[in-house]
């Protein structure tokens, strides 16, 4: 009697995955040399673009003086700003997904989830190196100290980076062929600064906004991200519960959008 066969038969969910993961990994680094190319300083501008706007928006709170027991403000900033332009980059971009990309979807293997996918962890990536770079400094300085809570804050990260690609999901399936949408992924974004509370605390806010603010689970995540990062900051005002749901459900109707978008992909 012979054996069965061992290798990518003998586990399926294993090699498909492994092929994915390099085809994501092709359409990533196909995405970051079209995007920045080798002119000028190169790929390093996936650090820089995040690393300059974060340093700017620190300057200008570095004046200020942090109450007894309260946050740093310059180290609240470096935390909140540089997080948030993840979102703002996955979500702004997300926008022309298809566009720019229809010829990689001759490829049969390549698919319009990978490319999605690929542009987001580009974005992430290139976040996570400027907040690195300008925590590391902030703390040099003394306006921060080590995180608090180090796992917590990457559980933090990674829900506003699951969150912000939920709904870039959705916009890439909702924009394909909808201008009006299109027109509105910018002014959305910029309509969350105020309300994602990535510049302030949520316990800074009275009642009842406090409570109507919390329907957003972008503040939840936030607060988390602080939890993480300060050792003051509580999880008084995160329900793991909710922002989970909003997550799944959020990227739940991504994938629903992006099936639907390539049944209208025609390739010529």
């Known amino acids: 009697m012979s054996s069965s066969p061992v290798g990518p038969t003998t586990f399926p969910w294993h090699h498909a995955l492994s092929v994915q993961g390099r085809v994501v990994g092709a359409v990533l680094m196909r995405e970051l040399h079209t995007r920045y190319g080798r002119e000028n300083i190169g790929y390093l501008w996936l650090i820089a ?31 909140g700003y540089t997080i948030f332009i993840m979102f703002r980059g996955i979500v702004n971009r997300a926008e022309g997904t298809l566009h720019g ?33 300008l925590y590391s400094l ?7 100290d080590l995180p608090a809570r180090p796992l917590m804050l990457m559980a933090g990260i990674a829900y506003i980076f699951f969150f912000s690609f939920g709904i870039s999901t959705i916009i890439v399936g909702g924009t394909h062929d909808n201008r009006l949408l299109e027109r509105l992924v910018h002014p959305f974004s910029y309509f969350m600064i105020p309300l994602s509370a990535a510049f302030y605390q949520v316990s800074w806010i009275p009642e009842p906004y406090r409570h109507y603010l919390l329907y957003n689970p972008f503040p939840q995540m936030f607060e988390l991200v602080r939890y993480g990062a300060f050792d003051t ?36």
């Open 49 to 79: 673009e995040p690393l300059m706007l974060g340093s700017i928006i620190a300057l200008l709170h570095s004046g200020q003086t942090a109450h007894e027991g309260s946050i740093n403000p310059v180290a609240l900033t470096v935390v």
């Open 138 to 144: 902030i703390m040099a300085i003394g306006f921060a």
């Open 233 to 268: 900051a509580t999880l008084e005002y995160v329900d793991f519960t909710y922002i989970t749901g909003w997550t799944l459900i959020l990227n739940f109707l991504g994938l629903l959008a992006l099936r639907a978008v390539r049944s209208r992909v025609h390739l010529s």
């Open 101 to 133: 990309n229809l010829p990689l979807l001759y490829h049969r293997m390549v698919t319009v989830l990978d490319i999605a996918l690929a542009r987001a962890l580009l974005e992430a990536a290139g976040t996570f190196l400027a907040f690195t770079i």
